[in-house]
């Protein structure tokens, strides 16, 4: 077996044991024995630790480090593509004609977005781990720069806000929505990757006060099921936003065309 494909086997196994086991141990039970005996038992692979150490690994420390990081890769771990279908779905049925159309259209977004979203963070079998492993890293950070750990830390969360960037600022121009002065998209995303890790947490511990919400929110007053995330993005949203060319009661507009333009075409601030 090549050193990359030996590699990438152990980082598997040492991610499998780590998934398995959770976190109350942090990696100190993920020794190059037990891998050793997973990799030879369940993958047929018979493996030493002259053909590890030294070779690819400089130690077992070095090895933790790599399988933390393999664990901090995104893999799609925060549900994106799920939420972006769901949401691209609400708007093609949206009336988008009149201001109340076009308000009711924001509300199933988030609704059914959001819903997606917390199937999809709930359902991988990584993310628990992975939302966990971010909060221990994050107390690192300042002493840990440039270590393996604190890169994929900080990539990780990265790439999560870009990935909401996009899915908020394509909502917005959809549906004519704009940014109210002085906040911009990168703050609402930020705010929305910390509602859904809180979430996911809260899900495990009282799922029962997290979903199953009835609001009427539907056609003529119909009730429809949210969750306390969807709740909670709706608020960050219009806390955030308004509709363009909604009357001015709706919140403070902007006092000149700059922040976002004079059309109903929205211009989100991506900073």
Same mark, same amino acid.
């Given at each position: 077996?090549r050193?990359?494909?030996m590699?990438?086997?152990? $980082?598997?196994?040492?991610? @499998?044991?780590?998934i398995?086991?959770?976190l109350?141990?942090?990696?100190?039970?993920?020794t190059?024995?037990?891998?050793?005996?997973?990799?030879?038992?369940?993958?047929?692979?018979?493996?030493?630790?002259?053909?590890? $150490?030294?070779? $690819?690994w400089?130690? &077992?420390?070095? #090895?933790? !480090?790599?399988?933390?990081? !393999?664990?901090? %890769?995104?893999?799609?771990?925060?549900?994106?593509?799920?939420?972006?279908?769901?949401a691209a779905?609400?708007?093609a049925? *949206?009336?988008?004609? =009149?201001?109340?159309g076009?308000?009711?259209?924001?509300?199933e977004v988030?609704?059914?977005?959001? !819903?997606?979203?917390?199937?999809s963070? =709930?359902?991988?079998?990584?993310?628990s781990i992975?939302?966990?492993?971010?909060?221990?890293?994050?107390?690192?950070?300042?002493?840990?720069?440039? =270590?393996?750990? %604190?890169?994929?830390?900080?990539? !990780? #969360?990265?790439?999560?806000?870009?990935?909401?960037?996009?899915?908020?600022?394509?909502?917005?121009?959809?549906?004519?929505?704009?940014?109210?002065?002085?906040?911009?998209?990168?703050?609402l %995303? &930020?705010? *929305?990757?910390?509602?859904?890790?809180?979430?996911?947490?809260? +899900?495990?511990?009282? /799922?029962?006060?997290?979903? #199953?919400?009835?609001? /009427?929110?539907?056609?003529?007053?119909?009730k429809q099921?949210?969750?306390?995330?969807s709740?909670?993005?709706?608020?960050l949203?219009?806390?955030? =936003?308004?509709l363009? @060319?909604?009357?001015? *009661? +709706?919140g /403070?507009?902007?006092?000149?065309?700059?922040?976002?333009?004079?059309?109903?075409?929205?211009t /989100?601030?991506?900073r």
């Amino acid at each position: 077996m090549r050193r990359d494909e030996m590699r990438e086997l152990l $980082i598997e196994v040492g991610l @499998d044991l780590l998934i398995e086991e959770g976190l109350a141990l942090g990696t100190e039970r993920l020794t190059f024995k037990r891998v050793f005996e997973r990799a030879a038992v369940e993958r047929g692979v018979r493996v030493t630790n002259a053909s590890v $150490i030294g070779r $690819i690994w400089a130690d &077992m420390a070095d #090895y933790q !480090a790599d399988v933390l990081a !393999a664990a901090l %890769s995104n893999d799609d771990i925060d549900g994106l593509e799920g939420t972006i279908r769901a949401a691209a779905q609400a708007l093609a049925v *949206a009336d988008l004609t =009149t201001v109340e159309g076009r308000r009711a259209a924001t509300a199933e977004v988030i609704r059914v977005g959001c !819903a997606a979203h917390i199937d999809s963070v =709930t359902r991988v079998r990584k993310a628990s781990i992975n939302i966990g492993l971010r909060g221990l890293s994050i107390s690192r950070l300042p002493t840990d720069v440039g =270590t393996p750990t %604190s890169v994929s830390v900080r990539r !990780a #969360y990265e790439e999560f806000a870009v990935r909401w960037d996009f899915v908020f600022a394509q909502a917005f121009e959809v549906i004519g929505i704009r940014l109210r002065p002085g906040l911009t998209i990168r703050q609402l %995303s &930020m705010l *929305a990757i910390s509602l859904t890790e809180g979430f996911a947490i809260w +899900d495990r511990v009282e /799922p029962t006060m997290t979903r #199953y919400i009835l609001r /009427p929110t539907g056609p003529d007053g119909e009730k429809q099921e949210w969750t306390l995330f969807s709740l909670g993005v709706e608020a960050l949203v219009w806390q955030f =936003t308004e509709l363009i @060319d909604a009357p001015v *009661a +709706d919140g /403070p507009r902007p006092s000149d065309g700059s922040e976002t333009g004079g059309s109903r075409r929205a211009t /989100p601030d991506h900073r």
